[in-house]
């Protein structure tokens, strides 16, 4: 089952946890100074002991724009990786959420994406892996700057953890800007996601730490996890001052949303995202009932454009046969018993 | 990371200079590098890249490389060229990414400064390559070996010392036939 059907630790307040390693081979330019015929060979070598290991190697340069696309909807890629031109592949093991980019902007990019809070286990996941590659390849390192990545702000652990959060009520608080001040100085930084500029429409972000170097990777976790544990604390705290006229007109507006959801023929992608989030905070304040966190989390993934459209048989041939298509599929999702 | 002059303001202004091969990099705040500018000792300042506001406000990778760009070498450009990959550092500072791993070595001065205003360090601290384990451990008894060699000196315990400078020296050996 893929990460996203499931549900994990702290789901009121987080989506999903990542991590991902950043690794280049000796002997090898970085991916923007290979040419073709190095990076398949590379590709070839990294390949054969995962799939030995079970991984299923998708070929990018084979497949179409839109399965592509797909793969970032799924956050198995990054969009700059389904969209380049040069050879890459991608080594998926959907148990665990183990994705491996092979030659995207560092020759080896390790992910492990799960759902909930549950760093150390994706930590775990993607080491896992990183190390069976260790015995295989001699990964460029140096004992000062650590592990080489093309880009120095990857340098030291290579290593990246962020953690998807959801914080509707920080957010209708106007604390956002705050909190990624605060964060900004221990080394945290917050992206809004969802959303254009800040985010705000789906009060979702992503929190990840900054710095790699000079910090061992299981401080780079403790660290994360500390600050995540108290924004989700904040954001508890904030959801439950909300209270007398302000949670009515609060609980109308999530209950419209609930059955626009449910109900509509039509919906954009926008339109979605704005009343998942407002039913999401329905079902974190016991407000919406009849729909649970994996079923919109399902969602957030197959009613994205890409991976949408390739769910049905006839593509879409319009934007709005396309939003009529979304549509069906909320209804199919959370009205399962509805003819 | 903070301002290197008043050492109480964060550092916005980073600058790499190269004279006669010898780099020396600032990380200073605004007003810093505004007044070193006054008094003629940051010379050429339309040459630097790196004046930002606030390191973390763009929150991403993107940010710093391309955009951000790189700390320029001043003066005497390098016509350096990475005996790998063939990059200069122009190449480097050009697109805000590093060509190839030998890169690091040829260009660690240059780049020093730069990682040292992302990272605030320049010295790694997390796992190691299983490749790198032996050799790191093997340095690491060396260090150890060579204190106790100072304080057996020191205290006139000469036969120790010379033990240890023989474990020293057959520990130096091959490392030295493994070129690194």
Request: hydrophobic fraction near 35%; glycine fraction near 8%.
């Amino acid at each position: 089952m893929a990460w996203y059907n499931t549900v994990g630790k702290d789901a009121d307040t987080v989506i999903s946890s990542r991590v991902r390693l950043a690794r280049n081979i000796n002997g090898y330019p970085f991916a923007s100074k290979l040419d073709a015929s190095g990076a398949n060979e590379l590709i070839e070598k990294i390949s054969a002991p995962l799939e030995q290991a079970g991984f299923r190697k998708i070929n990018f340069a084979d497949i179409s724009p839109i399965m592509a696309t797909s793969y970032v909807e799924r956050h198995y890629v990054s969009p700059e990786f389904a969209t380049k031109e040069s050879p890459r592949a991608l080594l998926l093991q959907e148990q665990g959420g183990i994705a491996v980019m092979v030659c995207e902007e560092d020759h080896l990019r390790i992910q492990s994406i799960l759902p909930g809070l549950s760093l150390e286990e994706a930590y775990k996941n993607a080491s896992r892996v990183e190390r069976r590659l260790d015995e295989e390849f001699d990964f460029a390192y140096s004992e000062q700057f650590g592990y080489l990545t093309h880009c120095p702000t990857n340098l030291g652990t290579g290593m990246r953890a962020s953690v998807m959060m959801f914080l509707p009520a920080l957010t209708r608080g106007g604390y956002m800007d705050s909190l990624a001040s605060q964060l900004s100085k221990i080394g945290l930084t917050v992206r809004g996601l969802f959303g254009e500029g800040s985010g705000a429409a789906g009060c979702m972000y992503q929190i990840s730490n900054q710095v790699t170097l000079g910090i061992t990777e299981e401080e780079t976790l403790k660290k994360l996890n500390d600050a995540i544990a108290q924004i989700s604390e904040s954001e508890r705290k904030a959801r439950k001052s909300i209270t007398g006229e302000t949670l009515e007109q609060l609980t109308d507006t999530i209950l419209r949303a609930e059955g626009t959801l449910r109900y509509a023929y039509r919906m954009s992608s926008g339109e979605f995202i704005r009343l998942f989030a407002d039913v999401r905070f329905g079902i974190a304040l016991g407000i919406v009932k009849d729909i649970s966190y994996e079923q919109l989390g399902t969602l957030l993934v197959e009613a994205m454009p890409a991976t949408l459209t390739l769910s049905s048989e006839n593509t879409p041939k319009s934007e709005a046969a396309r939003d009529k298509l979304r549509a069906q599929k909320i209804q199919n999702t959370l009205n399962p018993h509805r003819e | 990371m903070l301002c290197e002059k008043c050492k109480k303001r964060t550092a916005t202004v980073f600058y790499n200079e190269n004279i006669n091969g010898k780099t020396r990099s600032y990380s200073l705040c605004g007003e810093c590098a505004a007044k070193l500018r006054e008094k003629g000792e940051l010379q050429d300042i339309t040459s630097m890249i790196g004046s930002f506001a606030d390191p973390f406000s763009q929150l991403h990778d993107q940010f710093f490389s391309g955009f951000f760009g790189m700390p320029t070498v001043k003066s005497i450009p390098s016509a350096k060229k990475c005996p790998v990959c063939g990059s200069t550092y122009a190449d480097i500072a050009e697109n805000g990414k590093v060509g190839c791993p030998t890169c690091y070595s040829t260009f660690g001065d240059e780049l020093a400064g730069l990682i040292q205003s992302v990272h605030g360090t320049t010295s790694h601290t997390g796992s190691v390559p299983s490749r790198h384990r032996a050799m790191k451990e093997k340095k690491e008894k060396l260090t150890q070996l060579k204190q106790e060699l100072q304080e057996a000196v020191q205290k006139e315990q000469f036969e120790r010392a010379a033990e240890l400078r023989d474990e020293i020296k057959s520990l130096e050996a091959p490392a030295e036939q493994e070129g690194n």
